[in-house]
C-alpha cells in the first residue's frame, strides 16, 4: 500500500498535540487511500493540501508548538530585508523577473503541449491491451505500411483466443439531408456496435445495441446540436443519406455518443451500421461478378483493432493473426508477387509514431516533441542563467551590506539564508505570475497550435506539481552561488570596499553566458534552417502549372450512371461559355490531392513484375492544362484512344519498369488487373503532393467518363470569388441535389503544409522567446559592467586612450563569447537540422549561410544591446569618477 | 445567557453528530456535511470545531479500534452527542423557528417574486 509524502507526517507529528495525532492522522491516512485508489500523485497533493490546513488551528497544537520567537523573528527578518533589496532594486528585479515570468510560462506551454501530444488515446480502459492491426506490404520495389486492413481480417480472428474484444470501421463519404438542409463535411464511418467495446466514447442517450439494426445510425452529441440545434429529445428523428454508393435512403437517430475527444486518433461524427452498407454493396454492381467470398478479403481499408487479456503476449497474438491471414490470402498474393504481414500498434503509440497511409489524423513524431521538450529546459535554463548572472553581478556591490551584516552578528547560514530567500521569492513569484500570464495568453497560444489543450492544465496535477518541485529546486541552485560566494568574503575586505570593483565571479558568469549564447546561437540557426526549408517548399517549381486554378468537385460514386454524364457534358459546355474562363479540364484526381487509386502491375510470362503505379483517368485537355510537359511520345486523342488501354506514364514508372530513356519505354505493354496496356507517351515528372514527397510512378488513360471527380478550371483574373460565384449557381442548376464544393487549387496545395507550418509556427515562437530571455540578460549584465568599470575607463581616458580603443576594448569580450559560442553550437546544429531535413524527399542543402547568417544575428544584436551602456562608458568623465576617492 | 450560543458551523457539525449516531468521526463528518449541504469543508476545520465543542461540552468521544487496517492501526475517535449538545441545537433551533413565525408574510412574498 502506498503512503503519502513522509515530510508532512513528521510535520503532523511535530506540531499537534500528541493525544490529537492518532485520530487526525488515522483520518487523513484513510481519506488517502479512498483518493489513492484514483491517481497516486493527486491523493499525495490533497493530503499535502490538507495536513497544511492544520496550521491554522492553535487550539489542536502541542502547548509548546508555538515557534520560538526568536526563530521567528530570524524568519520575519529575513523576509523583510529580502522584499527590501528587490525593491531597492527594481531594475534588475524587474529583468530578472521578466526573464522568469517569460522562461516558466513558455516551458510550461511546451510541456503541456508535449503532454497533450502523448496522452493521445490513453483515456480508454485498458489501453495498454488494445491494438490496431497495422498492415505491411512488401514487394519487389518497395515497402508500404496501412493504417487499414481487409474486411474479412475482424472475423477471422475471431478464433484467437486472446482477443476480448475486436472492431473495425469503414470510412464512408456521404451527405445528410436534415429537412431543408444538406450537410457534407461530416466525418462519417460504418461500424458495428463494438466499436464501442472497444473504445470507451459514452453513450449519451439512445440504445447503441441499434448500430446492429439497418437505418439507424448513431451520431456525436455535436453533430446533434448542428443538425437539430439541440441533443435533446431526437432519438428517432429521421434524416436522408444521399448518396451513399449512388443510393439514398431515409435512416433514423438510435443513438447518441459524447464527442470524441481531442486526443483520439479517431474521428467519427456519423456512424451508419456496417452489416447495411455491406448489403448495400453486395445488392449494389459495384463488384462485378467477384463472390462475395473473394471480395471480403481483398476489400480494403478498414482500420481494425484489438483488445487483448491480461497477461498475454502480444506477439504470439501477431503470430496467430499473422499465420491466419497468410492462410486465406495466400492465392491472391501469388497472383500479384507481394508479401504481407500485420503488426500489433499500440493505440497509444499511433498519434507519436510517424504516420503510416490511411492515417485518420495527421501524427505527430514523438522526435519532434523531444525536440520540444528539449527547447522548453533550454528556455528554463536560460531564464535561471540570467538570474545567476544578475545576482552574482549584484553580489560584489553588495559586499558592504555582508559586512555590516557580519559586523553586528549575523553567521554565515543566516547570510546564505538571505540571498535564497530572495531567490525563493523571485522564482515562485515569477511562477505564479506565469500561471497567470498563460491563463490569458492561453486562447491565443491554442489559435497556432490548433489544440485545446489549456483547459485541463489547472487540473493537470502532475504537471503543475513538478513544474512546482522544479522552479524550487531551480531557485535554489540559482541563489546557491551568490549565496556561498557572498558569505565566504572576508570582513575586512568588504568593509574597506575593496570587493566593489573586483572581478570575482567573472569566470562563472562568462561560462554562463557562453551556455546562453550557444543555446541562441543553436536556436537561431535552427529556425533558420526550418524557415528556408518552408519557403523553399513553398515556392518550389512543382512541373505544373496550378496558378489561376478553380477545382469543383463533382460526384464519383455517381458517374457511372447515363443521366449524370450527360448532365455533366451540358454543365462543362456551359462552363466554357462562360466569360471568365480560359480553360478546362476533368479528371478523376488532381495535383494536391492524394491519388488512393494505386494498383500493381502483374507478371507476364514469368518476368519480374509487381510495381504499384497510381492510376487517374483524365480528358485530352489535361496535360496542356496543367503544363505537364510531354517528352516521349504523344498525348491522347480521342479518336485514337477511346478503348482505355493506351497510357501515358510518368518518367518515374518508366525508370521503375527498367527502361533506360523514356523513348524506349513507348509502344511497351503494362498489365493492370488482367488488362494489357500500352505506353503511347511519357511526360516529366511532377509533383502530385508537395515537394516533400518523393515522386511516385503514375500513369494516366483517357476516360471522360470515369473522370468526373474533378473540374479543374482556369479563370482569367486571379481573383476567382467572383468566377466562383457563377460557376456556383450554374452548378446549382445542374445538379441541385449536391452540395456545391469549390476551392482554390493554391489553397488546396497549401493544406499539404499544414503540419509543417504549425511545427514552423510553434518554433519560431519558442525561438524568440529564448532569444528575447537571452537579451533580457544581456541588458542586465551590461549595465552591472557599466557601473564596475567606470573607474577603469577614466583611468585609460586620462592616460590617452582614443574612444574607438574604448569601443573596441568594451565589446572584445562579448565577441570572444560569441565566437566560443559559436564553435559549441554550430555542430549541434548541424547534426539536428540535418537529421531534420532528411524528413523531405527534396530539401535544402546546409551551407555557410545557415551558420553566419544566425552569427551575425546574435552578434547584432548583442552589439545593439549594449550600445547604449558602452557608449555611456566612453563619455564618461574622469573628473566626476576619479575625484570620489 | 451568552456564551452557549452556537456558531453556524458548530450547529451544522452537531447535527452531523447527531445524524451519523455512533459513526460519527472526522472524516466522516466532512463527507456527510458534503453530501447532504453541498458545502465542502476541509477536514483541518472539522477536527477544530470537533474539539472545540467537546471542550464546551456538547460531545462525547470514544475510541473505536475495530477498522484500524486502512488507518495504518490508527483508532477512530467517534463522537456523540451530548445531553448538553441537544440542548444546545434545540435551543438554536427553537430561536430560528421562533424568527421565523413571525416574519409578516408580505415581506416572504416580495422576496419570492
Not at chain 1, 494516366?700 to 456556383?728: K, M
Not at chain 1, 537529421?835 to 544584436?861: C, E, K, M, R
Not at chain 2, 487496517?69 to 433551533?93: C, D, M, Q, T
Request: glycine share 6%; with cysteine; proline share 3%.
Amino acid at each position: 500500500m502506498k503512503s503519502p509524502p513522509r515530510w508532512i507526517v513528521r510535520w503532523l507529528e511535530k506540531r499537534l498535540d500528541h493525544r490529537l495525532f492518532d485520530e487526525i492522522y488515522g483520518d487523513l491516512l484513510e481519506d488517502f487511500h479512498r483518493n489513492s485508489t484514483k491517481s497516486h500523485l493527486k491523493a499525495n497533493w490533497l493530503f499535502v493540501l490538507s495536513a497544511s490546513g492544520y496550521v491554522r488551528y492553535q487550539g489542536l497544537h502541542k502547548i509548546s508548538s508555538t515557534p520560538n520567537s526568536n526563530a521567528m523573528s530570524l524568519w520575519q527578518n529575513t523576509f523583510v530585508s529580502s522584499i527590501r533589496n528587490l525593491k531597492r532594486n527594481k531594475l534588475h528585479t524587474g529583468i530578472s523577473l521578466l526573464g522568469l515570468i517569460i522562461g516558466f510560462a513558455a516551458a510550461t506551454a511546451i510541456f503541456q503541449y508535449t503532454l497533450f501530444e502523448r496522452s493521445y488515446d490513453s483515456f480508454h480502459r485498458n489501453a495498454d491491451r488494445k491494438y490496431r492491426l497495422t498492415h505491411t506490404f512488401e514487394n519487389a520495389t518497395s515497402i508500404t505500411e496501412n493504417a487499414t486492413t481487409y474486411l474479412a481480417v475482424k472475423e477471422a480472428i475471431a478464433e484467437v483466443p486472446e482477443i476480448r474484444t475486436s472492431t473495425h470501421f469503414l470510412n464512408i463519404d456521404a451527405s445528410i439531408r436534415v429537412d431543408d438542409n444538406i450537410f457534407t463535411n461530416q466525418d462519417m464511418i460504418a461500424t458495428n456496435s463494438d466499436f464501442f467495446d472497444v473504445f470507451d466514447f459514452n453513450i449519451l442517450s439512445g440504445q447503441i445495441d441499434d448500430l446492429n439494426k439497418p437505418n439507424f445510425v448513431a451520431i456525436s452529441e455535436t453533430t446533434a446540436t448542428t443538425f437539430f440545434g439541440s441533443s435533446q429529445d431526437i432519438i428517432g428523428k429521421q434524416v436522408e443519406i444521399q448518396n451513399l454508393f449512388g443510393l439514398s435512403l431515409n435512416v433514423s437517430i438510435g443513438a447518441i455518443y459524447q464527442d470524441i475527444p481531442e486526443n483520439s486518433h479517431l474521428r467519427a461524427d456519423f456512424i451508419f451500421p456496417l452489416s447495411q452498407l455491406l448489403t448495400i454493396a453486395r445488392n449494389g454492381n459495384f463488384f462485378g461478378n467477384i463472390q462475395y467470398s473473394d471480395l471480403v478479403w481483398r476489400w480494403f481499408g478498414y482500420p481494425t483493432y484489438i483488445e487483448i487479456g491480461e497477461g498475454d503476449s502480444k506477439d504470439l497474438v501477431e503470430q496467430k493473426i499473422n499465420s491466419i491471414i497468410s492462410r486465406f490470402r495466400e492465392p491472391y498474393n501469388a497472383a500479384l508477387n507481394q508479401k504481407h504481414s500485420v503488426w500489433l500498434q499500440p493505440i497509444k503509440a499511433i498519434h507519436i509514431t510517424p504516420g503510416v497511409q490511411s492515417e485518420l489524423k495527421p501524427n505527430n513524431d514523438v522526435a519532434i516533441l523531444q525536440l520540444f521538450a528539449a527547447i522548453g529546459f533550454f528556455i528554463l535554463l536560460l531564464a535561471w542563467t540570467n538570474h545567476i548572472n544578475i545576482s552574482t553581478a549584484r553580489a560584489m556591490t553588495r559586499a558592504k551590506e555582508v559586512g555590516v551584516r557580519k559586523v553586528l552578528g549575523s553567521d554565515k547560514r543566516q547570510l546564505q539564508l538571505q540571498f535564497l530567500m530572495e531567490s525563493l521569492l523571485l522564482n515562485t513569484g515569477g511562477f505564479a505570475l506565469a500561471i497567470g500570464l498563460l491563463f490569458i495568453l492561453g486562447p491565443y497560444i491554442e489559435g497556432v497550435v490548433a489544440i485545446p489543450f489549456f483547459g485541463n492544465l489547472y487540473q493537470n496535477y502532475g504537471l503543475m506539481t513538478s513544474l512546482f518541485a522544479m522552479v524550487v529546486v531551480g531557485s535554489i541552485l540559482s541563489g546557491l552561488y551568490p549565496a556561498i560566494s557572498l558569505s565566504n568574503f572576508s570582513l575586512q575586505d568588504t568593509l574597506r570596499g575593496k570587493l566593489k570593483h573586483s572581478r570575482r565571479g567573472t569566470t562563472l558568469r562568462r561560462i554562463l553566458v557562453i551556455v546562453q549564447f550557444s543555446c541562441t546561437i543553436f536556436l537561431v540557426s535552427a529556425l533558420f534552417t526550418v524557415q528556408h526549408q518552408m519557403s523553399f517548399m513553398l515556392s518550389a517549381d512543382l512541373g505544373a502549372n496550378i496558378d489561376r486554378t478553380l477545382l469543383i468537385t463533382g460526384h464519383s460514386s455517381a458517374a457511372s450512371s447515363s443521366t449524370y454524364r450527360s448532365r455533366m457534358s451540358a454543365f462543362q459546355n456551359e462552363l466554357k461559355l462562360l466569360p471568365g474562363i480560359e480553360e478546362l479540364s476533368i479528371s478523376s484526381i488532381v495535383p494536391g490531392i492524394r491519388n488512393g487509386f494505386r494498383v500493381s502491375t502483374e507478371a507476364r510470362n514469368g518476368e519480374e513484375a509487381g510495381l504499384f503505379v497510381h492510376r487517374s483517368s483524365i480528358d485530352e485537355e489535361y496535360f496542356d492544362f496543367y503544363d505537364i510537359e510531354l517528352i516521349a511520345g504523344r498525348s491522347f486523342h480521342s479518336g485514337q484512344d477511346i478503348d482505355g488501354t493506351t497510357l501515358i506514364v510518368n518518367k518515374k514508372t518508366t525508370e521503375e519498369l527498367g527502361f533506360e530513356s523514356p523513348e524506349l519505354a513507348l509502344q511497351q505493354p503494362v498489365i493492370f488487373a488482367g488488362i494489357e496496356h500500352k505506353i503511347i507517351g511519357v511526360v516529366e515528372d511532377f509533383y502530385q503532393l508537395g515537394v516533400q514527397q518523393a515522386v511516385e510512378p503514375i500513369s494516366f488513360t483517357l476516360d471522360t467518363a470515369y473522370a468526373g471527380n474533378y473540374i479543374s478550371l482556369r479563370t482569367s483574373a486571379s481573383n476567382t470569388s467572383a468566377i466562383e460565384q457563377q460557376v456556383q449557381s450554374l452548378f446549382e442548376h445542374f445538379f441541385p441535389d449536391s452540395p456545391f464544393t469549390g476551392r482554390v487549387m493554391e489553397n488546396v496545395f497549401m493544406d499539404q503544409y499544414n503540419g509543417e507550418e504549425q511545427f514552423r509556427d510553434l518554433f519560431s515562437m519558442f525561438s524568440i522567446v529564448a532569444l528575447a530571455i537571452a537579451i533580457l540578460g544581456l541588458v542586465g549584465l551590461s549595465s552591472y559592467i557599466v557601473s564596475q568599470r567606470m573607474k577603469e575607463v577614466s583611468v585609460r581616458k586620462v592616460l590617452g586612450a582614443h574612444d574607438l580603443q574604448l569601443f573596441v576594448l568594451l565589446n572584445r569580450e562579448y565577441l570572444v563569447l560569441s565566437a566560443i559560442s559559436f564553435v559549441i553550437a554550430i555542430p549541434a546544429a548541424t547534426i539536428l537540422s540535418s537529421q531534420w531535413l532528411d524528413n523531405y524527399a527534396n530539401h535544402i542543402t546546409l551551407g555557410p549561410l545557415h551558420f553566419v547568417v544566425p552569427l551575425i544575428i546574435v552578434i547584432t544584436s548583442v552589439f545593439l544591446t549594449t550600445l547604449g551602456y558602452t557608449i555611456k562608458l566612453i563619455r564618461v568623465n574622469p573628473a566626476t569618477v576619479l575625484k570620489q576617492e | 445567557m451568552k456564551g452557549t450560543n452556537l456558531g453556524e458551523l458548530e450547529e451544522l457539525i452537531l447535527l452531523s453528530v447527531a445524524n451519523l449516531a455512533e459513526q460519527a468521526y472526522g472524516l466522516a463528518i466532512r463527507d456527510f456535511i458534503k453530501e447532504r449541504c453541498a458545502r465542502s469543508v476541509s477536514i483541518s476545520t472539522v477536527h477544530a470545531t470537533i474539539h472545540r465543542l467537546e471542550d464546551k461540552g456538547y460531545l462525547t468521544s470514544r475510541y473505536d479500534n475495530s477498522s484500524a487496517a486502512e488507518r495504518g492501526g490508527r483508532p477512530k475517535l467517534i463522537f456523540n452527542i451530548s445531553s448538553a449538545g441537544r440542548e444546545a441545537i434545540r435551543v438554536a433551533r427553537d430561536q430560528r423557528n421562533n424568527l421565523w413565525n413571525t416574519i409578516p408574510s408580505l415581506s416572504f412574498n416580495i422576496a419570492l417574486t
